[in-house]
């Protein structure tokens, strides 16, 4: 049985970024890219009107207000999307829309807010310095810039970005394919007979969204029952993909097989039982350098497992810099006991309260009971050497999703 932190540094030195493809701009959200992206041009290209209202020189409108307007002779309207041929001499404006590019001459906007029209002209109640309402050339990203870099994860505002500067493909990390097996005799998929003592397989979809909740592809594999042929004859159609997951049979009973059989498949075990509750029967090794996890039966170990360990995993291959939850320390409001020497993760729910986070436990934390996991937005962390948590004092919290 080995720590937390060793177990993890052992399943990431094994877990290596995948290859690249190219994908169309929204098919790349959420994705992490694979190449830096430059920009070809400025944007904007041209200086260009900030709002609609009127181009003109600020000198002739420096006097204007309310009570005393200056009248300009309008030469032209410019709509965005053209460049006018125009120039702009003393006492007179061009009609500009938001975008259009500044005429020659022109270096101010003043905003149709503060202006009268008048046949061809126009009256300007406010003046405006030069430069006002002008977006100018580059102000965004100058041609040369960097806008994207390598690893970074493609929002809807990256999507954007790519699109502002020609790119309809980009390189992203492929997503790993990931396996998942589920065994037992006592396991029926969700529409099957239950027939009275039979379980519904709810590992293999709980692990299927955790696969697909990082980004990651899940490939289900079904159900094995507790006979070594029909594990082995399920595992060698998952050693095909890039990262295989097993559920259960992976303790010291009599009919878990897995281990067994992951060996005979060539399994080079790496390490079994990691000091954690829940979660402690977890094995990791490798067939033909790919990753394989032997994760605990138990839906909560099952869960946890995957959180502390395939999912940074996953999200590694996937080309990711940030591959851990965010961590806060919050005041825990009752108090919990524990074993020495193993590092506990009790379900929590995490809220804010007087300027500070709190958490509180989610009730009974069996490793079975599911529902423990389904109230909870965080995991409270407490070390190996600790015993106690006391009422009132700080922990950390290792947080599961975005509600905060």
Excluded at 168 to 182: E, G
Excluded at 320 to 343: D, L, S, T, Y
Aim: net charge neutral.
């Amino acid at each position: 049985m080995i720590p937390v932190d060793e177990a993890l540094d052992k399943i990431l030195s094994h877990a290596q970024p995948l290859g690249f493809e190219k994908v169309s701009i929204l098919d790349a959200l959420g994705r992490s890219i694979a190449e830096d992206i430059f920009a070809k041009r400025n944007i904007p290209p041209l200086d260009n009107s900030a709002m609609d209202g009127y181009a003109l020189k600020s000198e002739d409108v420096r006097q204007a207000s309310q009570d005393h307007p200056v009248r300009l002779v309008v030469i032209e309207d410019l709509p965005a999307g053209f460049i006018s041929t125009k120039t702009v001499e003393r006492g007179k404006a061009i009609r500009i829309m938001t975008g259009a590019p500044i005429p020659k001459g022109a270096d101010t906007v003043v905003p149709v807010e503060v202006t009268k029209k008048e046949d061809r002209l126009v009256l300007i109640f406010k003046g405006t310095g030069i430069g006002e309402n002008i977006r100018k050339s580059g102000e965004d990203v100058k041609q040369g810039d960097r806008v994207i870099s390598k690893g970074d994860i493609v929002r809807p505002a990256e999507v954007g970005m790519l699109a502002s500067v020609g790119r309809s493909f980009v390189s992203v990390y492929q997503r790993p394919l990931v396996a998942i097996l589920c065994t037992g005799d006592e396991l029926v998929d969700v529409d099957g007979d239950l027939d009275g003592v039979k379980i519904i397989s709810s590992n293999s979809y709980t692990l299927g969204a955790q696969v697909k909740d990082c980004g990651a592809i899940p490939l289900q594999l079904g159900i094995a029952k507790d006979r070594k042929e029909e594990i082995e004859e399920k595992l060698r159609q998952g050693i095909r993909t890039d990262v295989l997951i097993s559920s259960a049979g992976v303790s010291v009973g009599d009919y878990d097989f897995v281990k067994d059989v992951m060996k005979q498949l060539g399994m080079e075990m790496v390490f079994w039982k990691v000091a954690m509750r829940p979660g402690q029967p977890l094995a990791f090794g490798t067939i033909g350098g790919k990753p394989v996890f032997g994760l605990p039966g138990n839906p909560v170990s099952s869960m946890v497992s995957f959180e502390e360990f395939v999912r940074p995993s996953l999200l590694k291959m996937m080309g990711c810099r940030h591959i851990f939850r965010p961590i806060v320390e919050a005041i825990i409001k009752e108090e919990i006991k524990k074993m020495a020497g193993r590092r506990y993760f009790v379900r929590g729910f995490v809220s804010f309260e007087k300027n500070q986070y709190v958490v509180t436990t989610t009730g009974e934390q069996g490793s079975g009971i599911l529902r423990s996991m389904v109230r909870a937005n965080g995991l409270i962390v407490i070390p190996e050497d600790q015993e106690i948590v006391r009422a009132g004092e700080k922990v950390k919290v290792q947080l599961l999703d975005n509600t905060l």
